[in-house]
């Protein structure tokens, strides 16, 4: 169960572990072919990470579209103004 209700998804053998959770996610990133993002995605915090896990509402593939969302709202549009 996870705050947003019971969803379904179930980790299976070592997605279990978050550190597999988040290297599978981190190599979806990469299909973005944006190294921005990746490095985005590879600072979410461990903390984090395994809180996602816990809340059993993702799969990498909907954490790396939840997280590329996030990117394209909140770190994108502010790009230019860090050059």
């Known amino acids: 169960m996870s705050c947003c209700g019971k969803t379904g998804y179930n980790a299976n053998g070592d997605l279990k572990d978050w ?3 988040r290297q599978k996610t981190l190599e979806l990133a990469l299909t973005k072919n944006d190294p921005d993002f990746t490095e985005y995605v590879g ?5 984090a990470w395994a809180h996602i896990l816990e ?8 954490a790396m579209e939840r997280l ?8 994108l549009p502010y790009r230019h103004e860090e050059q």
Do not use: L, Q
């Open 68 to 75: 590329w969302g996030f990117y394209r709202t909140d770190i």
């Open 19 to 21: 550190k597999v959770f």
């Open 55 to 62: 809340e059993n509402f993702f799969t990498p593939e909907k």
């Open 43 to 47: 600072g979410v915090s461990d903390k």
